[in-house]
């Protein structure tokens, strides 16, 4: 049988946890959406807690895409957080696995997200690839960036 008949598990994203902050203090309230993706948009809304704590389950879907010819290779992952009158950029990366990729776990599982840090681009190996890096921008910090 053809390759394009056939659905294949498409990992969007590993399960996310993060917390929300204003000049190291806890915001509650602020609203958080995830944006995947892949051929489609896939599109989550969670509000922060008392202590600016949000997360998101892990997302995997079934698709043809990837055994499609000219199908779609990538998959982009996008959070923001909206306070005020202003939208924050949290996370945005592109990759072209559609399996869980370990570097990508482990940022989105600690999320510290000062919404006075300015937009950063960081620059994290690859353990996959150790030759590459993935490219993640955003105002969320970790110890090692």
């Keep these: 049988m053809f390759g394009w008949f056939k659905r294949y598990d498409v990992h969007l994203s590993p399960e996310v946890k993060g917390r929300i902050l204003k ?7 602020v609203e958080v959406y ?7 948009n896939y599109m989550e ?3 922060t807690d008392s202590e600016g704590r949000f997360s998101f389950p ?8 990837p055994g499609k010819l000219l199908g779609v290779e ?4 996008s959070i923001t957080a909206d306070h ?10 592109t990759t072209t696995s559609t399996t869980p990729e370990k570097v990508i ?3 989105l599982n600690h999320m510290e997200c000062d919404l006075s840090d300015p937009e950063k681009l960081h620059h994290f190996t690859m353990a996959e690839h150790p ?3 993935h490219n993640i921008r955003g105002i969320c910090r970790w110890p090692d960036s």
């Design 23 to 29: 000049d190291g203090e806890p915001i509650a309230d």
């Design 34 to 40: 995830r944006e995947l993706m892949h051929a489609k």
């Design 45 to 47: 809304k969670t509000v």
């Design 58 to 65: 892990e997302k995997t879907i079934r698709s043809r895409e």
């Design 74 to 77: 990538h998959i982009t992952q």
């Design 84 to 93: 005020g009158q202003t939208t924050y950029l949290l996370w945005r990366t």
């Design 105 to 107: 776990v482990e940022k």
């Design 131 to 133: 030759n590459f890096t």
